[in-house]
């Protein structure tokens, strides 16, 4: 569905405070970033994390969704306070191209064929070897592409729900076909809004980093490393007032009247992203509201605040502190 923004109200960006995500200073630009990283063969995704850590000499990273030591592709990394973003990403859905094997020769007719069956909602159990409870549930494959095919290999695209095994899922099209199956390389293209157009390697980062430290130059490493607001673009957004920043950033709900534009197509329960004017990314939040009832209702709250992102005292503090009753 097409989301569109609505204005509710006009208002200008405060020129003092805070800045656009690109022109954060390089330090800060760090610590509020993300690296798409394209993870090679062989570590697990806890290492190459604690890599990319070690490289920019900072004190926490996440990665946001585990690949498999063999698995290839991307990885986002989460840094410094971004990673309070990390589980935003990590629940929204991926994308590979697997190459499954069949067990024997079978008609091309009846591949395309049974693999259309295994689009939508899908039952699935994760396989022995996982890191979550073994228990039945359902997840949303939400297209298989058939890019290549031959009688024993084929070569998938496939969009699916966060959580879904790709391993599982070419074991289960191998049932259903008769022949069995099983996954033989895989590479993850896509996560959330991230792509493999912006992966990176580790040497880049490296590379990137070592030129802002002993050189001053700080071009690749802009270039290498993106906003965290790139990473969750994803998310319906919902724009605030200047005077509204503080008092989310201390986890206040935000209420309606503090709101200057919202996304359509948000529901209630939704998970929300909260911007400043200049395009900050303030806190995830969760929808008390639908997008009609936010700009029908006044005075109410719209959203709950899950996780903060920008620190307090960014903005100035446009509320007042409850005094603590004396006992």
């Known amino acids: 569905m097409k989301r569109e923004t609505i204005v509710l109200k006009e208002s200008a960006a405060n ?6 995500p690109r022109e954060r200073p390089a330090t800060e630009y760090i610590k509020k970033g993300v690296v798409n990283l394209d993870k090679p063969k062989g570590p697990t995704s806890h290492e190459v994390a604690s890599w990319v850590k070690k490289i920019l ?16 592709g991307l990885l986002p990394v989460m840094l410094g306070d971004a990673t309070r973003a990390v589980d935003a990403l990590r629940l929204s859905g991926k ?31 994760p396989p022995i070897k996982s890191a979550v409870k073994r228990e039945l549930r359902i997840r949303h494959i939400y297209y298989i592409d058939i890019l290549e095919l031959t009688s024993t290999e084929v070569l998938l695209q496939i969009r699916c729900e966060a959580g879904t095994y790709i391993r599982k899922l070419c074991h289960d099209i191998g049932l259903a076909l008769g022949c069995g199956a099983h996954m033989q390389e895989l590479r993850r293209t896509g996560a959330g809004p991230l792509t493999e157009d912006t992966a990176v390697t580790l040497h880049a980062l490296k590379d990137a980093y070592t030129a802002w430290v002993e050189e001053g ?13 790139n990473a969750l673009i994803h998310l319906p957004r919902i724009t605030i007032f200047d005077t509204a920043v503080d008092a989310i950033c201390h986890g206040a709900p935000l209420a309606t009247p503090g709101i200057t534009s919202i996304e359509t197509s948000i529901n209630k329960g939704d998970n929300v992203a909260i911007y400043t004017r200049k395009g900050e990314i303030v806190a995830i939040a969760t929808a008390s509201l639908s997008t009609d009832d936010i700009i029908n209702k006044k005075n109410v709250i719209a959203a709950t605040t899950k996780h903060v992102l920008m620190n307090p005292d960014t903005y100035p503090m446009h509320w007042k502190k409850r005094r603590a009753e004396v006992v």
């Open 15 to 20: 020129a003092n405070y805070g800045c656009c």
């Open 57 to 72: 000499h900072i004190g926490k990273a996440g990665h946001s969704g585990t690949l498999d030591p063999k698995v290839t």
């Open 95 to 125: 994308e590979y191209i697997c190459l499954m094997r069949l067990h024997r020769r079978t008609q091309s007719a009846l591949i395309r064929e049974i693999c259309k069956e295994f689009t939508g909602a899908i039952y699935q159990t």
């Open 217 to 229: 130059d700080e071009r690749e490493l802009r270039t290498v490393i993106q906003p965290v607001e």
